[in-house]
């Protein structure tokens, strides 16, 4: 099963797994970068891949930005990415088993 970030929709943040097989649990590590040299990234919003169901979702807090797991993703809050800071992040879920590849869409809200 292939992991990625969805193309256009956060085309710097960078998604892996070292191991995804469908219908079984993985670790998924999200890398997202501040894009903007003019303002800060204050929210990330990881939306799950349409057409599958994620079950058992676990996301980790990243220093001071804190998860909140829904039913269609994870939005981290409570930090701040300025200039050129970057913040790994990790969720792990059971993956559904009716899509071969999955795309992430991540959108990221900034300070202004």
């Known amino acids: 099963m292939a992991v990625a970030a969805a193309a256009g929709a956060g085309a710097h943040v960078l998604i892996h797994a ?3 097989v469908a219908g079984e649990r993985a670790t998924i590590d999200v890398e997202v970068p501040n894009e903007r040299s ?3 990234t204050v929210k990330i919003d ?3 891949p349409e057409g599958g169901e994620f079950t058992d979702v676990e996301a980790q807090a990243a220093g001071p930005w804190t998860p909140t797991v829904a039913s269609d993703g994870i939005v981290w809050e409570g930090g701040e990415l300025s200039g050129s800071d970057e913040v ?3 969720f792990s879920a059971v993956l559904p ?3 071969p590849t999955l795309e992430f869409k991540t959108l990221q ?4």
């Not at 809200?109 to 202004?112: G, I, P, V």
């Open 46 to 48: 990881l939306r799950f």
């Open 109 to 112: 809200t900034y300070s202004d």
């Open 88 to 90: 790994a992040l990790v």
């Open 97 to 99: 088993v009716e899509l």
């Open 18 to 20: 070292d191991c995804a």
């Open 38 to 40: 003019d303002t800060a």
